[in-house]
């Protein structure tokens, strides 16, 4: 890497990696590649309740799959693992001492109870919640009596009131935030030894010589805190950029509780949605490229992206606009990386009888037709079975006119002029059937469709007949015949 710039993507293992958190991640990776900077990840892991190791694996899982690669680890050699706030425990205490030493924070003794009695009586009076600041002004005596009742100590940080802290933000320009809507003097460091986040993050920030922030708006609050903590501790804070958030199209949140699965990268995965359709849609959900484009990999767009072309508008997730970009990248991704891709879809089918070349012209004939990959299985299955267990009923009707065993009669006798392996070939033979019986389109076409597929709409014929070959074919034909009436 080339420049000091230094971004992170800081997520917290307490859940699957969210879709908000990915475009975070995929803005921050395209502003460190864009400036030949480095890209951190780093694993905000100090909520001992809530962390799993389960939802870590799914976030480097996720990262990984979108092609976010990440530029270094507290390992020599890659890929890396993550950074780990748990890893620092001792560090932060030290400096948060530093700051008791500086006056800057002090030793709090409220108990659970008394901070929840405190929230009651405000909000039973209708004001503000927020930490009274009951111990900052503690005497000696008060102080000895608290830990002779054993009482262990949180640490807090003053917030100094009145005070506007500002800064001007990467995305949305001039921001002021009024000391007095920070909630009081703030916890940095639990009773427990743990750090909390406001006070853990600038920590790390400071340590790993972080540049930019860049993170969804509703950290607003928590930047004021932080520039505090930063000056508090001499350093100079990071430029911060937060970008709108995102929200459904009936302009909620987008979020676990009133869209379940829907936020998480892993259900789009499973699903099988493009990685490159995922990362394009999420890149231009609230960026655009100055040449107007909608297309664009992951490559393309680092040289591109930058800060000021960001929207301060809130982003809306739309899935009918995702799939039109997921369609667009089943139909134009190489077919070998479409076959490898769809292998997890066709585990229930015996694959084997047919060869790769075979498998990729089975993709290739279906793929215009989907959105996503899982929908293969089905409009695919025609291809595996043995013989058609199951006809629509417009297929069931059909079969029962008497021109369509004429046709189906007609091809069996003609199957040695088929030239299997070509399927504008095979297409050129059906016409020529046609023709001879004076039948064209789908008084043709829907009886052999029917036979084969057991539906009237599907791929194209002649590569459907090509693909099955003389004795599926032959197969399919006399079973359909066994449905249609006797002549």
């Known amino acids: 890497m080339t420049s000091d710039i230094r971004v992170r993507i800081a997520p917290s293992p307490t859940g699957h990696l969210h879709l908000g958190t990915a475009r975070t991640a995929l803005y921050n990776y395209l ?25 870590t694996q799914d976030i480097i899982d996720g990262l990984k799959w979108l092609g976010l690669s990440w530029d270094e680890g507290p390992d020599i050699g890659g890929p890396y693992p993550p950074y780990r706030q748990t890893e ?137 805190k932080q520039i505090l903590i930063y000056e508090a501790l001499g350093h100079k804070p990071p430029v911060f950029a937060h970008a709108a ?22 259900r789009y995965r499973r699903d099988g949605y493009m990685p490159e359709a995922i990362v394009n849609y999420l890149a231009q959900m609230s960026w655009s490229p100055a040449d107007g484009r909608e297309i664009f990999t992951l490559p393309e767009a680092c040289p591109m992206f930058d800060l000021d072309r960001v929207s301060k508008s809130p982003a809306v997730f739309d899935v009918p606009r995702l799939n039109w970009f997921n369609s667009h990248y089943i139909r134009s991704l190489p077919l070998p990386l479409i076959l490898e891709r769809t292998m997890p879809y066709w585990q229930s089918f015996d694959c084997a009888q047919y060869s790769k070349a075979q498998l990729e012209e089975i993709v290739a004939t279906v793929r215009d037709g989907l959105t996503t990959l899982c929908e293969i299985a089905e409009v695919a299955r025609f291809f595996f079975e043995k013989e058609i267990s199951l006809f629509d009923e417009q297929v ?21 002029e088929f030239p299997w392996g070509d399927g504008k070939g095979c297409k050129a033979v059906i016409d020529s059937i046609g023709k001879e019986l004076s039948l064209k389109g789908k008084d043709l076409y829907w009886p052999v469709r029917g036979a084969l597929c057991g539906k009237t709409s599907g791929p194209d014929l002649g590569a459907t007949l090509s693909i099955l070959g003389a004795a599926r074919v032959k197969e399919r034909i006399e079973g359909a015949l066994g449905l249609c009436p006797q002549a």
């Open 31 to 55: 502003f460190a590649r864009h400036h030949k900077g480095s890209f951190v990840l780093r694993l905000e892991d100090t909520d001992e309740m809530r962390s799993d190791e389960s939802y």
């Open 88 to 224: 620092k425990i001792d560090h932060y205490e030290r400096v948060a001492q530093k700051l008791i030493s500086s006056g800057q924070a002090y030793f709090c003794y409220c108990s659970p109870e008394e901070l929840s009695l405190l929230k009651e009586d405000q909000k039973n009076s209708n004001g503000a919640l927020r930490y009274d600041n009951r111990c900052r002004h503690l005497t000696e005596a008060q102080l000895t009596q608290l830990q002779a009742e054993g009482r262990v100590p949180a640490i807090r940080f003053k917030v100094e009131e009145p005070r506007v802290v500002s800064w001007h933000d990467g995305i949305k320009g001039e921001i002021a935030i009024d000391s007095a809507d920070l909630g009081g003097d703030m916890v940095i460091v639990k009773s427990n030894g743990v750090a909390i986040y406001n006070f853990a993050v600038v920590v790390d920030d400071i340590d790993m010589k972080i540049s930019h922030v860049i993170r969804g708006e509703d950290h607003i609050h928590n930047t004021a």
């Open 245 to 266: 958030l995102i929200f459904d199209i009936e302009r909620r949140k987008l979020s676990k509780r009133h869209h379940g699965e829907a936020v998480h990268v892993d």
């Open 396 to 416: 069931q009707s059909l079969l029962a006119a008497d021109s369509s065993r004429t046709v189906l009669t007609k091809i069996l006798k003609h199957l040695g």
